[in-house]
């Protein structure tokens, strides 16, 4: 009965069975086998007693191994199947690194010869973060409207990444998602990469109760008010100091200064093309550990996330479902 039922299972071959030692009375006495099946899955346990256990390890065909892998990577926790391929991740952090840090390429000097004016502009423009302090107080510093837009789109785009926290509990990286988050305002790429090459894929919903960054990241207004912040951040750049910079007409050629004179300004707008080439990478993952949706509504949140740069991964976060208990 057993050996049918492994030969049915694809467990056993009909070749391995050909090859089968003959046990005495004596030995079939001593041995013990069971076999349980379950949801359509075969769980087998076989004892010998007399030590022929190298038996069974014959026995098991190229076809059979074939199926007992597919078995035990069905069974494997999520948290130990490979993310995405790591070698893109990491590569694209290497060219990203020695393009913007280490080269000439782009304007400006590189990061080994950076000069005080580089540290002032870092200065006055997280003094302007999100534009709180030139709306509130006249002695804000004056910058470039259009310098000061693509800073803050920059530290928006990566707060998007807060509303994926919850990936960080089951992903194998020590410290999960938070140390990366923490950084990714201040670091951007340089800290987001990195954890998209480390991480394992998994699809776990985490534990409760949730840690206030994974309730943070799981309020459906992240996306929305991310999305005003750029939006205003876009009309900053567009109409703000004009008794500083001039009207509409100058701000092309604004933008096109800062661009070919600042590095960092350069950075940052590198900085939003890789998060929009990276930005759905969490996402496959992260619908898996969630409330079950159509296969069109599926759709429409992939495609989202995937081929509308920023404002796609804002209506992702808004239109996503609750977590799974």
Excluded at 22 to 36: E, N, Y
Excluded at 131 to 145: E, G, Q, S
Excluded at 188 to 201: E, I, Q, V
Excluded at 300 to 314: D, E, I, N, Q, S
Aim: charged share 15%.
């Amino acid at each position: 009965m057993l050996l049918k039922l492994l030969l049915s299972a694809g467990i056993l071959s009909a070749d391995a069975l050909s090859t089968a030692p003959r046990f005495s009375p004596h030995t079939q006495r001593k041995a013990s086998h069971s076999a349980t099946v379950k949801d359509g899955a075969v769980s087998m346990h076989v004892s010998l007693i007399d030590g022929r256990s190298t038996w069974l390890y014959r026995c098991i065909s190229a076809g059979s191994r074939r199926s007992a892998t597919s078995l035990m990577s069905e069974d494997l926790p999520s948290s130990s199947r490979p993310s995405p391929p790591r070698a893109l991740a990491w590569g694209a952090w290497f060219f990203y690194f020695s393009f913007l840090f280490v080269s000439n390429v782009p304007p400006g000097p590189n990061v080994f010869s950076t000069g005080p004016e580089f540290y002032d502009a870092v200065r006055d423009l997280s003094l302007n973060f999100f534009f709180i302090y030139p709306l509130i107080d006249a002695a804000a510093p004056v910058c470039n409207p259009m310098y000061e837009a693509i800073f803050n789109v920059a530290i928006a785009h990566s707060l998007l990444f807060f509303g994926f926290a919850a990936d960080g509990r089951h992903s194998g990286v020590p410290g999960g998602f938070t140390p990366f988050l923490a950084a990714m305002p201040f670091a951007t790429n340089l800290a987001y990469l990195p954890y998209l090459a480390l991480r394992n894929s998994n699809d776990a919903p985490p534990p409760r109760p949730l840690t206030a960054l994974e309730r943070f990241g799981e309020s459906r207004w992240l996306g929305p008010a991310v999305g005003l912040i750029v939006i205003f951040a876009f009309s900053w750049g567009i109409f703000a100091r004009e008794a500083d910079f001039g009207g509409l007409s100058s701000r092309v050629s604004l933008l096109i200064e800062v661009l070919s004179t600042e590095r960092l300004a350069y950075a940052l707008s590198v900085d939003v093309v890789f998060f929009s080439i990276f930005q759905s990478w969490l996402v496959p993952d992260d619908l898996k550990r969630r409330e079950p949706v159509t296969s069109e509504e599926r759709t429409r949140l992939l495609a989202a996330a995937r081929y509308v740069p920023l404002f796609g991964l804002c209506w992702y976060l808004w239109a996503r479902p609750p977590l799974r208990e």
